[in-house]
């Protein structure tokens, strides 16, 4: 059997083992960097958006701001921001001016599931009192009520809007409509930026990823 003084003269030696053992480890892993990455709310380069006459946005056409938006009304993130742009815009129109494409799943481009798009585009086709088109009031319906993208949701939001039923049913039937829905896809695609909700703010695009504030991050474009 080991003397005392042999068992701690084994457990010194044990312990300036496992000390050196744990030192190595330690400088080991101190010595593995990792690199953040952080990635930004805007980009730093610009990204040319195609918009024509038959874009028409909703706020002041001279409005120094200008945000474009390609969505898929089938994403909840993407009506929740459209429903936080068109508050701002409204509520500054002469400083910020909105324009909507659209961006539909693939899959629904030549499907009753793009319905919903069609109905937004031919609610545009009719305009307000104050020569708004009411597609703006449309999607404010559907997506401030919760109104279901089936035709029976549709129709709510298309006369909670105002719209002439006769003139906007014709619209859905047309394949005028269908293809100027494709015309938007396929910008969008062109972009290769990604899936939608695709944000941008001056040609600039937007993480939308990442937590955005989007009444406090325009009020701020506005203040500069």
């Not at 930004?40 to 701001?65: H, V």
């Not at 896809?185 to 600039?204: C, H, M, R, T």
Request: charged share 20%.
């Amino acid at each position: 059997m080991f003397s005392n003084k042999k068992l701690y003269g084994l457990l010194i030696i044990l312990t300036i083992i496992i000390g050196l053992m744990l030192t190595k480890e330690i400088k080991n892993y101190r010595s593995i960097t990792t690199s953040a990455t952080t990635e930004p709310l805007i980009a730093e380069s610009s990204t040319p958006i195609p918009l024509g006459p038959a874009d028409k946005p909703l706020g002041y056409i001279a409005a120094p701001i200008t945000i474009v938006e390609y969505q898929d009304l089938g994403s909840q993130l993407g009506r929740q921001i459209h429903a936080e742009l068109s508050k701002f815009v409204r509520q500054h129109p002469e400083s910020a001016r909105l324009y909507f494409k659209h961006a539909p799943t693939a899959s629904l481009i030549l499907t009753d599931g793009v319905l919903a798009h069609k109905a937004v585009l031919c609610a545009g086709g009719q305009r307000s009192k104050d020569g708004q088109p009411l597609s703006w009031d449309f999607l404010d319906a559907l997506i401030s009520r919760n109104y279901n993208l089936r035709e029976s949701g549709l129709e709510q939001a298309a006369n909670d809007a105002g719209l002439n039923l006769a003139l906007w049913s014709a619209c859905l039937s047309a394949d005028s409509t269908v293809a100027a829905i494709k015309k938007d896809y396929d910008e969008a695609v062109s972009l290769q930026l990604g899936a939608p909700p695709l944000i941008f703010i001056n040609n600039k695009q937007l993480n939308t990823k990442l937590d955005i504030n989007f009444s406090d991050l325009l009020s701020s474009l506005i203040a500069k």
